[in-house]
């Protein structure tokens, strides 16, 4: 059984219209689970309640695929798609956790949160026969991360060391290959938001036209 979409963001659907084969079937779970993860910190009222259900998942993924649990749609798609590449969802999961921090989060929450999911879109890139652009993918799970992050961001501090963390780890511009496109339409839509300064992910015609042009592009 494979995950559906519908638990995706606009953003992650738009991404994966541009996703074809092999590539869709390795993107869906990777995206589906960073979204889950998202929503367990974002609903966190208890810190270590949140810390045990990502807990949950760094066990699952750390074990081997014979021994895990059935039934999850996404982690049985993860034992069929990403083996081997576990431990960069175990980092994206970790990157996740930074984001439980005390408030206000400093620089090394956001930068490892970045990091997280940049591991995981440079293993996606190697998972799709990509890995000469792995490390433009980083950069561009980079990009996404602080860039989604930011807009959801309200405390002033907070902003401030994120956009710093930006400015100095995700500099650089890489055209992505046609198999790594959703990638490129996510760590653009990021960018957007981090030379803005503000503003949503995804929803405005200005967004929806640089998805179409990451898309077809892939810059």
């Not at 921090?101 to 998972?127: D, I, Q, T, V, W």
Request: glycine share 12%.
């Amino acid at each position: 059984m494979s995950p559906g979409t519908g638990d995706l963001s606009l953003a992650g659907e738009v991404a994966l219209a541009w996703a074809r084969g092999p590539t869709r079937s390795l993107l869906v779970p990777l995206l589906t689970l960073d979204e889950r993860l998202g929503r367990i910190v974002a609903a966190a009222r208890e810190p270590m309640l949140a810390q045990m259900r990502l807990a949950w998942w760094r066990d699952r993924l750390g074990e081997a695929r014979e021994t895990r649990p059935r039934g999850d749609p996404v982690l049985d798609a993860i034992g069929e798609h990403w083996r081997g590449e576990e431990p960069a969802l175990v980092a994206l999961v970790d990157g996740w956790e930074e984001l439980l921090g005390e408030a206000p989060l400093n620089e090394n929450a956001f930068e490892r949160f970045a990091e997280g999911k940049g591991a995981a879109f440079a293993a996606a890139a190697r998972l799709a026969g990509q890995g000469g652009y792995a490390e433009a993918a980083r950069l561009a799970g980079c990009r996404y991360a602080l860039g989604d992050c930011l807009s959801r961001l309200s405390n002033p501090l907070e902003r401030k060391r994120l956009r710093t963390v930006a400015n100095r780890i995700s500099s650089g511009r890489s055209r992505l290959p046609r198999a790594l496109r959703p990638l490129a339409v996510l760590g653009g839509l990021g960018e957007r938001v981090l030379r803005r300064g503000a503003g949503p992910l995804f929803g405005d015609r200005a967004s929806a036209l640089l998805a179409t042009r990451l898309g077809i592009l892939g810059r």
